[in-house]
């Protein structure tokens, strides 16, 4: 196995995940590797499928697409995992394209299994559908509403740029469908996005979340600012190095904003920013 003895089939996903993005890093010495980030991914997956069914047996992609297959869920996420499965088991290399995809199916599966921002939203669509036939009271549906939303996910953002058909401002629970992403800046010199909490809060930790398919590189150094009112904004972090998950720390602040800045020349794209 990819990790040590006793670690969990969820760690041994997030483990195997890690690696296979390094692997497929296009931006890595001598470019990606895919039948090592193939080999990765399988782990990843096969992890995911154990923990997401509850299911010791699965041990090979083939019985996790199998676990998979018996899931309860729509139509479109039981072919993407499929496809991804499909691409997983090949005896021929795929491309890097296939493996893309996959990687990001993979990392679905993981974040339900870990349940994370996916298993959530997935609620919460159920719960709509639910409330809408036996709810009558507009006051219990807002009150669920914000029970299944984590309350980041309704603060605004704002862009410096965006890249193709990606917008400038949005709410941080929307997510472009190709990559995962809540916003993709054009290359520029010091590119950023502005997070307004809508009134000031007490903020005591943010959680950055990189890309997951490529170019973890991108956008650094990073540094995190936070604002109140007045928006006179205070270095609280900088990252230098590429990363998947970066939690800055600093003491608890009255915040109104939370930015994030890159220095020099560069394109800046997160999949996820958590405020707490």
């Given at each position: ?28 010495p ?9 080999r990765?991914?399988r ?39 499929a ?10 290399l ?19 299994a ?46 410096s ?10 709410r941080l629970?929307?997510h472009d ?7 993709h ?31 973890r ?7 995190m ?7 006179r904004?205070?270095e609280?972090g ?28 560069t ?10």
């Amino acid at each position: 196995m990819l990790a040590p003895d006793g670690e969990s089939p969820r760690g041994n996903g997030e483990r195997a995940l890690k690696l296979a993005g390094r692997a497929l890093d296009p931006n890595a010495p001598g470019g990606p590797a895919r039948a090592l980030g193939q080999r990765w991914l399988r782990e990843a997956f096969v992890a995911g499928a154990r923990v997401l069914c509850r299911d010791a047996t699965v041990d090979s992609v083939e019985t996790a697409a199998r676990a998979l297959a018996g899931a309860p869920v729509p139509g479109r996420t039981r072919r993407r995992r499929a496809e991804a499965a499909s691409t997983l088991g090949q005896s021929s290399l795929p491309d890097r394209a296939a493996l893309t995809v996959a990687e990001l199916e993979v990392t679905r599966v993981l974040d339900e299994a870990n349940g994370t921002r996916r298993i959530e939203h997935a609620g919460k669509r159920a719960f709509w559908t639910i409330a809408a036939l036996v709810a009558s009271a507009a006051a219990a549906l807002i009150l669920a509403d914000r029970a299944l939303y984590p309350p980041w996910e309704n603060y605004r953002w704002s862009a410096s740029s965006a890249w193709g058909e990606y917008a400038t401002s949005g709410r941080l629970a929307d997510h472009d469908g190709s990559f995962d992403l809540v916003f993709h800046t054009k290359e520029e010199v010091d590119p950023w996005v502005v997070v307004d909490l809508r009134s000031t809060r007490t903020v005591s930790e943010v959680t950055v979340v990189n890309r997951a398919d490529c170019c973890r590189d991108r956008g650094l150094p990073l540094v995190m600012e936070l604002a109140g009112e007045d928006e006179r904004f205070v270095e609280v972090g900088v990252r230098t190095v590429p990363f998947d998950t970066w939690h800055p720390t600093f003491p608890p602040r009255k915040v109104r904003y939370v930015r994030l800045r890159a220095k020099g020349k560069t394109v800046l794209h997160l999949r996820d920013i958590q405020i707490r």
